[in-house]
């Protein structure tokens, strides 16, 4: 705790700069290290705020992902393609598969969690095009449950042209999307050792292949009326010649009642949707097959959050261990396919990663996870250095506030002392006098008027004083009953002229007065006008050297906005204020330090009063001087409109 020196040495500047230095120095380096922590933490919340979202988006895509695929899954599952199938009698098994799935007929235990629609199926159609030179297309007709010869429509003639050039053998026939997709020849012999190390004999649940045009299922279906052998006895060749299984999907379903549904059950919220969605179709010229947003998307909407492959294989903690099993598991037998049940993401659609048919899009409603991170952190940043700043302008305002409580301080010591000083003068003066008058020292008349005289103008110069004091004790809690009328100029100068005529001619100084013709009325208080034009006088008096004289001038002017003002100006031939001094001249207890050297008595209050006297009367006091010259202030007083001249 610091000791009285301490505090005087504070107080009167001494140690200032040293001990704000210290504390402007430690608060600097507090702030900078707020600034690095600050933003440090907030990119650290920004980048795990992107990490949850992006944490909470993935198992929604899996989800969502796995109920599209199962729907499609459930067909392939209910039209299982088993290897005693290629007979004209087996396409009586798939036509029963194709009818008990419109009428959802099948044991739903076989297929857990599936709710397919017969509305997806459009029509199931059986291309035969293994020992035929014509090829025959029969249809499967759900509602007559009966088998019919068909003409090729023309939605999927190209893509029956394709398949007939693929059913050469089962191998071709299970590359026959990957030779098409392939730009290469390096692609696709990459691709034919990738589909041939994939499939095993009898593996025909993997067979399906999807067609992102029509869209459409299919899948090679080998023909065994050219073996010899019994069905008991036959077994899958990749050389055998295929005909065809082709499920045409209804699109118009998939983009109006399919896709709509899934994408409100995994990504809407409280306001709606949370992420814009699309399903493209890729390709030469990419289709767009669903958006949940107009314009989605478009290349304003920049970096997507994330896509998937619709049809590429599921992720490691998806697929489990069932998939690796059934992957590599050999050819199972007729009768295991009447009761072979899997789960709805069972990959029975082949495609690979590489090869995206059908896109997933998303995007968060508010754009980009990283552009809403970024707006996250500099929405962070910025309202942290909001704080910062607000810290830095409070850490500023109270060292402010503190420089000029000291600064307060001193001056109010100094004018304690000033006020003593001027108290204790004329004190003393009548307490001689009085002394004398007491001892019987007074004989004659002219020591009687002389030591009343003395005590006279000593108690005059104490109600001075103490009027100055009082008058500033008003101003500064704004209770001065003023009471505004208009006024003659010359009124108010001649009040002012009597007040210190007594002063005037004690001090031998020439009071020169030159008056404006025909000057207006103004707006004022007489008694406050006339104590400020006093402490003026006063001003100039006490400050003025061996030149004494005063001048004191009344003219009328154009003020702002067309209006008028009365200038009552005071000017002395005295010393004048130093530049250093003239912005400090009306703080209260300001006294400039080369008068203070020079002992010249006062307060600190005349500058002071005169100026809230002068904005008391809706005017306002200005001052100009030069050194060594003298100085003039001005009591600038509005004319009320329509005040009359005086002649």
């Given at each position: ?646 002649k």
């Amino acid at each position: 705790m610091p000791n009285h020196k301490n505090i005087v040495d504070w107080i009167a500047g001494k140690k200032l700069p040293l001990f704000w230095t210290a504390i402007l120095s430690g608060m600097a380096s507090l702030l900078i290290i707020m600034v690095v922590l600050q933003y440090r933490w907030t990119k650290q919340l920004s980048e795990l705020t992107e990490a949850r979202i992006e944490s909470t988006l993935q198992p929604l895509m899996i989800r969502w992902q796995l109920d599209f695929y199962g729907e499609l899954s459930a067909i392939c599952v209910a039209l299982q393609v088993g290897p005693d199938s290629g007979t004209s009698e087996g396409w009586n098994d798939y036509l029963r598969g194709y009818v008990d799935l419109s009428h959802e007929l099948r044991n739903h235990e076989s297929v857990e969690n599936i709710n397919v629609k017969s509305d997806l199926i459009k029509n199931v159609y059986i291309w035969e095009t293994s020992d035929r030179a014509v090829p025959r297309l029969l249809r499967l007709n759900v509602d007559s449950a009966k088998i019919e010869i068909s003409g090729v429509p023309e939605d999927i003639r190209a893509l029956l042209a394709r398949l007939q050039e693929k059913s050469s053998s089962l191998s071709v026939g299970l590359r026959a999307w990957e030779f098409s997709d392939s730009s290469t020849g390096d692609r696709s012999t990459a691709n034919s050792q990738r589909s041939t190390s994939a499939w095993q004999p009898g593996d025909t649940m993997t067979g399906w292949q999807f067609d992102k045009d029509i869209p459409a299922i299919v899948h090679p279906v080998v023909n065994h009326r050219r073996h010899s052998l019994r069905p008991s006895t036959q077994t899958l060749d990749k050389q055998d010649p295929v005909d065809w299984i082709v499920v045409v999907l209804n699109l118009d379903y998939i983009q109006r009642r399919m896709l709509p549904d899934l994408t409100k059950r995994y990504f809407s919220g409280r306001e709606g949707l949370e992420y814009k969605l699309a399903v493209l179709a890729r390709g030469a010229t990419p289709r767009l097959i669903y958006s949940s947003a107009p314009e989605f998307p478009s290349s304003k909407d920049g970096s997507l959050d994330s896509t998937m492959n619709l049809f590429g294989p599921p992720t490691q903690r998806v697929e489990g261990n069932f998939w690796q099993t059934t992957r590599d598991s050999q050819a199972l037998r007729h009768e295991e396919w009447r009761s072979f049940s899997a789960p709805v993401w069972f990959p029975v659609i082949r495609y690979t990663s590489k090869d995206g048919p059908w896109m997933l899009l998303l995007q968060n409603r508010a754009g980009p996870l990283d552009a809403i991170a970024s707006s996250i952190l500099r929405r962070n940043l910025m309202t942290g250095s909001v704080v910062l700043f607000l810290l830095i302008i409070a850490m500023f305002l109270v060292i402010f506030a503190s420089q000029r409580a000291q600064k307060l301080a001193k001056l109010r010591l100094e004018f304690v002392a000033s006020v003593s000083h001027e108290i204790l003068t004329p004190l003393t003066a009548i307490y001689c006098s009085g002394q004398n008058v007491s001892d019987g020292l007074v004989q004659t008349k002219t020591d009687s008027v002389k030591h009343g005289s003395i005590i006279t103008g000593q108690a005059r110069r104490l109600i001075n004083l103490v009027t100055q004091i009082l008058l500033f004790v008003s101003t500064e809690n704004d209770t001065s009953p003023y009471t505004l009328r208009p006024l003659q100029v010359l009124g108010i100068l001649d009040d002012v002229r009597e007040n210190v005529a007594v002063l005037v001619e004690e001090t031998g100084f020439t009071l020169e007065q030159q008056v404006q013709e025909g000057l207006p009325y103004v707006m004022g208080d007489l008694s406050a006008l006339s104590n400020c034009l006093q402490n003026l006088i006063s001003n100039a008096v006490k400050y003025s050297a061996s030149n004494r004289w005063i001048g004191i001038s009344a003219s009328v002017h154009k003020a702002e906005r067309h209006r008028k003002e009365v200038r009552i100006s005071v000017q002395d031939h005295g010393s004048g204020i130093s530049s250093l001094d003239l912005p400090h001249i009306f703080e209260p207890f300001y006294r400039s330090p080369k008068v203070v050297d020079a002992q010249i008595h006062g307060t600190g209050l005349g500058l002071t009063v005169a100026k809230r006297l002068a904005e008391g009367m809706r005017g306002r006091l200005s001052v100009t001087s030069e050194m060594d010259v003298g100085s003039t202030f001005t009591l600038h007083l509005p004319v009320p409109s329509g005040s009359c001249m005086l002649k």
